[in-house]
Antibody, heavy 122, light 114 residues
Framework: QVQLVESGGTVVQPGRSLRLSCAGS????????IHWVRQAPGKGLEWLAVISYDASNIFYADSVKGRFIISRDNSRNTLFLQLTSLRPEDTAVYYCAKDRGNGYGWGLLEFWGQGTLVTVSS | DIVMTQSPDSLAVSLGERVIVNCRSS????????????LAWYQQKPGQPPKLLIYWATMRESGVPDRFSGSGSGTDFTLTISSLQAEDVAVYYCQQYYSSVSVSFGGGTKVEIK
């Protein structure tokens, strides 16, 4: 069955960087767009970024553009999110989510991982 | 950017009663070329990731009980739970994917048992 497993979340000081990973299995990883979405404690869902199946198209939310970088390694069935210049307000659970549409995707998030917690604190 | 607004923020309903959650978008989500509304609903139970319930505004995801239904078109949408069950306690989010490269979510509606 489809599985997405995020990792890399930890406690990090403000201003530092962190790389999150999302390992996919149970589907043809290389054929689908994947998204990152975060959820601050007790808050709603915030879409962050999407990468197309071949990494040729990448889009970010304005709130993270220039600080976060999404990438993927299809040979390892893995998605990444590089977080830089971290702020306390970046504290959240970070989810990766598979798009329903193959190729460039539809924006419909049909399956989500369990998430990884990033805490930005001194 | 398309802004999604949900109402109410929370509601408490007795078991077996009907639940209605509203969602409004800042622009139409109806794509004229295929007459589809690019609107989805997700359910998030405590400690779990969101789960896709409804897409194209009215299509139930496989395995979702038929007490869940979606309606609406253009800018106004509704998620209805026809008869609330204990396992339906969750936060429900609407999401637009009209702009597939900049999707956005509503603020969420918390559903509890009265």
């Amino acid at each position: 069955q489809v599985q997405l497993v995020e990792s890399g979340g930890t406690v990090v000081q403000p201003g530092r960087s962190l790389r999150l990973s999302c390992a996919g299995s149970g589907f043809m990883f290389k054929d689908y767009g994947i998204h990152w979405v975060r959820q601050a404690p007790g808050k709603g869902l915030e879409w962050l970024a999407v990468i197309s199946y071949d990494a040729s198209n990448i889009f970010y939310a304005d709130s993270v553009k220039g600080r976060f970088i999404i990438s993927r390694d299809n040979s390892r069935n893995t998605l990444f999110l590089q977080l830089t210049s971290l702020r306390p307000e970046d504290t959240a659970v970070y989810y990766c989510a598979k798009d329903r549409g193959n190729g460039y995707g539809w924006g419909l998030l049909e399956f989500w991982g369990q998430g990884t917690l990033v805490t930005v604190s001194s | 950017d398309i802004v999604m607004t949900q109402s109410p923020d929370s509601l408490a309903v007795s078991l077996g009663e009907r639940v209605i959650v509203n969602c409004r978008s800042s622009q139409s989500l109806l794509y004229s070329s295929n007459f589809k509304n690019y609107l989805a609903w997700y359910q998030q139970k405590p400690g779990q990731p969101p789960k896709l319930l409804i897409y194209w505004a009215t299509m139930r995801e496989s395995g979702v009980p038929d007490r869940f239904s979606g309606s609406g078109s253009g800018t106004d949408f509704t998620l209805t739970i026809s008869s609330l069950q204990a396992e339906d306690v969750a936060v429900y989010y609407c999401q637009q994917y009209y702009s597939s490269v900049s999707v956005s979510f509503g603020g969420g509606t918390k559903v509890e048992i009265k």
